[in-house]
């Protein structure tokens, strides 16, 4: 793998990009309304493995089924059930690749959780003392009429010590011994392809704001989608605040993606 530059030129951003984000801005600002709407989201348990799984994979979720005892079909949903397969299968082979074993029953922050889907995983690898998720566009809405939010209190309610936080990690004032960072938006065409205006694509204070979180001793996880966006993330790590423990590696998944998730762990430089 090629390696990762201190210093990166970002390209003039498209009038069509900027066109795009200023549409989605609108409904950015409509979705911060509807904080108000609260619906009970519960999901049907898939109780068994797809029998279309690969003997890899089925091999890969009997290995993390008995080191970790956990059996998420028993809980969620086939589609929440995989993706906390795949996650906790990342987290592991970061463990082995990284040689890298987390202390457990620490305060842990992740940023950028979307609907929190991967709660379960993260407690099955961490063992936290605390969780915390935080999510800008929490209360975006889907098509169903639920919202991320009722999404998240689903994935969460079997841990109490767990919660989930509408707000921009940028404005974080609290400190953790470990914060978890999967996919965050480097560059500005992810970010608007997600829906997200401009406006909100600050990564130079995101970055600051993860290093000035961690407490001394602390850790930053982070994955990145491919090498391009890992130098990107590498680059804005390092410029502010960040160092490295050990080299990004690339992890293959569980299930064919994209791009090849590349793991990094940080310290506080
Ligand atoms: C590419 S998605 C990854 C979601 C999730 N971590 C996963 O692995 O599926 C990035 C997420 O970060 C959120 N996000 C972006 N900027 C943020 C910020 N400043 N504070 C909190 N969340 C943010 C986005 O709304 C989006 O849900």
Redesign the pocket.
């Known amino acids: 793998m090629t390696s990762f530059v201190s210093s990166l030129a970002s390209p003039p951003l498209s009038p069509l990009l900027r066109l795009r984000s200023t549409y989605y801005r609108c409904w950015y600002e409509i979705s911060r309304g509807f904080t108000w709407i609260r619906r009970e989201y519960h999901e049907q348990p898939a109780r068994a493995l797809p029998e279309t799984l690969t003997p890899y994979q089925r091999h890969r979720i009997k290995t993390l089924q008995l080191t970790y005892g956990v059996h998420f079909e028993d809980q969620l949903h086939i589609s929440t059930t995989l ?1 906390n397969y795949e ?1 906790l299968d990342l987290l592991d082979q970061t463990k082995e690749k990284l040689g890298w074993e987390p202390d457990r029953n620490k305060e842990l922050v ?5 609907n929190f ?2 709660a379960p995983a993260l407690h099955a690898f961490f063992h936290p003392h605390t969780l915390q998720g ?5 209360y ?1 809405v889907y098509t169903n009429f639920y919202s ?1 939010f009722d999404y998240a209190q689903c994935y969460i309610r079997p841990f109490a010590n767990t919660s989930y936080t509408v ?4 404005n ?1 004032t609290g400190s953790a011994d470990g914060i978890t ?5 480097v560059k500005p065409e ?2 608007v392809a ?1 829906r ?1 205006p401009l406006k ?3 990564p130079q ?2 970055f600051e704001r993860m290093a000035h979180s961690l407490r001394p001793e602390g850790f930053v996880l982070m ?1 990145n ?1 491919g090498e391009d966006e890992a130098q990107w993330a590498c680059t804005f790590a390092q410029q502010n605040g960040l160092q490295l423990k050990s080299q990004p590696q690339p992890i293959p998944p569980l299930f064919p993606r994209a791009d090849v998730p590349i793991i990094s762990v940080w310290n506080r430089a």
Not at 110 to 114: A, E, F, I, K
Not at 134 to 138: A, F, V, Y
Not at 167 to 170: I, S, Y
Not at 181 to 185: D, H, L, R
């Open positions: 993706e996650y992740d940023v950028g959780s979307l889907y991967y935080i999510e800008l566009e929490g975006r991320r707000m921009d990690f940028c974080f960072c999967f996919y965050p938006f992810p970010l997600w997200l909100v694509f600050q204070r995101m994955m989608h």
